[in-house]
């Protein structure tokens, strides 16, 4: 780390010893205006109602609502926000290459006592200054919410980390019979994961994981 009160070497030698741009050393990344920030909320708001816009109807909306804005600046704001609109796409259903499937357990199951299902799902929600990402696990049969973790990245350690807090939980009764989510659920912790692979993909074992997307 450069120190700018080193009693010996510059900041330019630091820079220099450690291969770095001087000019690095002095650049503050700049945050967002909080005319953006009410905007990303107006945003995001929108989105709630209409996720299928896309940025030129919302900078209509924007418009209408008084803002002097323009198509770039939404779009930019939408990518910084990571939403884009839905609508079906082409090849949306094609796996990717190596991509695992379970199989679709909860078709047709009647869901009659604790413990028989879990769901877990990823959700992001509005903070005074930016977004947080929330993944939480849930019984289906009694909505109890088993473990729930934040993360302001979007990557799949929080997720785990929820699944071990559920397991934590579980241990205390019982193991799901099966944990479903609408993406293929990160593995398991260990203290949740059967003897054999096959045991996650199939039916007639005790534990089973599922996908909505099978």
Known sequence: MVDSKHAVLSVRWQCELMGLNRASFY???TSESALNLHRMRLIDKQYMRTPFYGWPKRTAYLR????AINGKRVRR???LMDIQAIYPRKNSRAPGKGHMRYPYLLRNLPIT???Q??????TYAPMLRGFIYLAAVIDW???YVLAWQLSNTLDGIFCLDA???SARVSLRSSTPTTAHSSRPMPSPPACLQPTSRSAWTTAA???TTSSANA
């Open 163 to 165: 699944l071990r807090r």
């Open 27 to 29: 650049y503050q990344a």
């Open 117 to 122: 299902v879990w769901g877990a799902d990823i």
């Open 77 to 79: 704001l939408m990518r």
């Open 205 to 207: 074992v005790p534990s």
């Open 113 to 115: 006592h604790v413990n």
């Open 64 to 67: 209408r609502l008084g803002y």
């Open 141 to 143: 049969h009694s909505r």
